[in-house]
């Protein structure tokens, strides 16, 4: 009988790397553009990314900090979502340089803006599709015994859905064609959405 690598996490791995964010992958990337209660817009990878629930329709991302994301979704209450893809993928690298508060990602990465029909961040305009958000909750990720977390979750609901109509086909969205990209773990390591294969679920 073969056994396992066990560890505990609070323990140490025991290994030249972290395997946790290799084991949970691809992780999609959540691309979340904002702005400031001031003005100021931000554009962010964030790898910790899902869609939680679908009626109502939200998504949820984690920042490791209070990084600006989070302060400015803080203040105004909104975010895009924005599908990072293989195409973009070096702008979206781009995008997660820690540069100063007033710096505005999107002219950084050479990204154009488009206009959001019911929140104020723009939207990347070359990305295949967009979700327009409200804020929820904010909360911090605390763990057991109430140990304080680095961590912060941000849940909001989908208000408005962008596709661009290149990606539609046969009134389904071509997830394959648009390539979203999923991060697996190590450092440097994505993965490219390329082709799908179907399942019926049973009953």
Not at 101 to 114: N, Q, R
Not at 157 to 182: E, M, N
Request: negative net charge.
């Amino acid at each position: 009988m073969s056994t396992t690598h066990f560890y505990q996490p609070g323990l140490g791995h025991r290994l030249p790397h972290d395997p946790l964010k290799a084991i949970i992958a691809p992780r999609p990337i959540g691309w979340i553009s904002t702005v400031s209660a001031s003005g100021l817009v931000n554009l962010a990878p964030y790898s910790f990314f899902n869609m939680v629930s679908d009626a109502p329709p939200m998504v949820m991302f984690s920042s490791n900090g209070w990084k600006d994301s989070v302060r400015n979704v803080e203040e105004t209450g909104e975010f895009v979502a924005n599908l990072a893809v293989e195409a973009l993928a070096r702008q979206m690298n781009e995008s997660c340089a820690p540069v100063p508060h007033d710096v505005d990602e999107f002219e950084l990465a050479g990204l154009a803006k488009a206009p959001s029909f019911l929140v104020a961040p723009p939207r990347v305009a070359a990305a295949p599709a967009a979700l327009e958000c409200k804020c929820l909750s904010i909360q911090q990720l605390n763990g057991l015994d109430d140990v304080e977390g680095s961590n912060f979750m941000v849940i909001g609901q989908i208000v408005g859905v962008h596709i661009d109509p290149a990606y539609l086909k046969d009134g389904r969205f071509d997830t394959a064609a648009a390539s979203p990209l999923g991060r697996c773990g190590y450092r440097g390591d994505y993965v490219a959405v390329s082709s799908l294969f179907e399942m019926v679920r049973p009953g």
